[in-house]
């Protein structure tokens, strides 16, 4: 296996530490759900399903033709040698009786043992539900069934850590709600981005996408026609907040070039060099890595960063950046630390004159001194910006609130848009956006 360069180390990196914070995506695509074959090869499961269906079947190929699973049912449908329900529940009883018998691809019990969020499946199969039981982790299971849709997606995920595995074509326990035809592809396609709102995939799942910034596409064809579709429906609220990474098997085919440019222009969708079977063992180590010793050199704050903000009125725009920040290489101090410390203003100048970084969360609360002793001193602070000699203030609106004052007038003062991260839907977005230039900023301190 080959050893990552450096700017893909870093994305490794990166992803590594997304996925630590659990604000990543997994989808799974066909190539990703793999088993292995009787020749010895690791294949798709799909595949051996088209492949059973074939003997079954007694369909002669020609050496152009593949056994797809779509491509399979599809031909024997418009044969007229099966029908659409005998097909999904033939499908259903393959995966069924082959639960126990296939030897899974390693990468599958990899990446349970990782901390992933949200596992879009687009299999019919529940192995990545059997793989978390076989580790005792909790999960929330569920499914969208295109037969007879539904809207109801009753999970909470700022209220329950679980994972979520959403099967997404269907599952095998209900055999009416599998996608296997090239009919049943368009009939899916049109009922999520159709008018009908209980016949779209469940809002409270599409909106979730934008809480967790990135998405890594295992073991997909994107040259298959229905996805450029499914992708806009799943991606309609969220194109700005998410980072969408894909990663193929060794032996799928890639993606053509207009088609990178393709899913890159609408959905931002990056195609690193590596397979999917590299990526996976590369994502383990280096995740193992921020748990390890050796890691914790490499993770010794090297900057001490002072946030001041209103503790009571603004509580919650501080959480919600603070969940994207303390990854930063950095130790995070704010009023909290200073209970038992004696006179405010004091060790207010004191942090002030050991921290490399100061980060001011404006609102109009923020301006409150009864409940935020830091405004006697804003002058002061603001007049100490100087980033190229190690000390950084960078005010961050946090709320609405007119921009006057020494501190507004910096030009460090974040988003640079100057719109508040909390009340526009963009919280996700600008809070990654501050923690990245931070990173790079205290990564280069002396």
């Keep these: 296996m ?13 992803i590594a530490r997304k996925v630590k914070d659990g604000s990543c995506v997994l989808f799974l695509g066909p190539a990703a759900i793999a088993a292995k074959g009787k020749d010895g090869e690791w294949q798709p499961i799909t595949d051996l399903c088209a492949r059973h269906l074939v003997d079954k ?31 999904q529940e033939e499908v259903a009883k393959f995966y069924t009786d082959i639960a126990d018998k296939f030897e899974l691809h390693p990468a599958l019990e990899q990446l349970t043992d990782l901390k992933f969020r949200l596992v879009i499946n687009t299999t019919p199969d529940n192995f990545i539900t059997r793989l978390y039981d076989q580790i005792a982790q909790a999960y929330h299971a569920d499914y969208y069934n295109w037969y007879k849709p539904s809207a109801g997606f009753n999970f909470d995920f700022e209220k329950d850590s679980q994972v979520v595995i959403y099967n997404l074509l269907g599952t095998c ?19 999520i981005v159709g008018e009908q709102q209980n016949e779209r995939i469940p809002d409270a799942l599409t909106n979730a996408f934008k809480d967790f910034r990135y998405h890594l596409f295992l073991g997909f064809d994107f040259e298959d026609w229905a996805l450029r579709l499914l992708l806009d429906t799943l991606y309609k609220n969220v194109r700005e907040n998410v980072q969408p990474y894909s990663f193929t098997t060794k032996s799928e085919r890639p993606a053509e070039a207009d088609t990178k440019v393709f899913f890159q222009g609408e959905f931002g969708m990056q195609f690193p060099q590596e397979n999917l079977e590299d990526f996976v063992t590369n994502l383990v180590t280096y995740y193992q890595k921020l748990d390890s010793p050796a890691s914790s050199s490499t993770q010794t704050p090297r900057a001490k960063v002072l ?28 009023f909290a630390d200073a209970v038992g410390q004696g006179d405010m203003q004091a060790w207010l100048r004191k942090m002030v004159d050991e921290c490399q970084v100061v980060l001011p969360l404006l609102s109009a609360d923020f301006y409150d001194e009864a409940n935020n002793p830091a405004v006697p001193l804003l002058a002061e602070i603001a007049q100490k910006n100087n980033p190229r000699k190690g000390f950084l203030v960078m005010p961050i609106l946090l709320k609405s609130v007119g921009l006057d004052g020494p501190l507004a007038q910096l030009p460090t003062l974040r988003p640079t848009d100057k719109q508040p991260i909390v009340g526009g839907g963009k919280e996700i977005q600008y809070a990654t956006e501050i923690g990245d230039g931070l990173k790079k900023y205290i990564e280069n301190l002396k």
């Design 2 to 14: 080959p050893t990552p360069s450096d700017s893909t180390a870093e994305l490794y990196q990166n």
């Design 307 to 334: 946030v001041l903000h209103n503790e009571v009125a603004d509580k919650d725009g501080f959480e919600i950046l603070m969940k994207h920040l303390r990854s930063l290489p950095a130790q995070f101090v704010s």
């Design 173 to 191: 326990h209900k055999p009416e709600s599998l996608v296997l035809t090239y009919k049943h592809q368009l009939g899916f396609i049109k009922k």
């Design 57 to 87: 079947y007694k369909l002669e190929l020609s050496a152009g033709e593949k056994y797809k699973l779509p491509y399979i049912t599809s031909l024997l449908r418009i044969q007229n040698r099966s029908t659409d329900n005998v097909l």
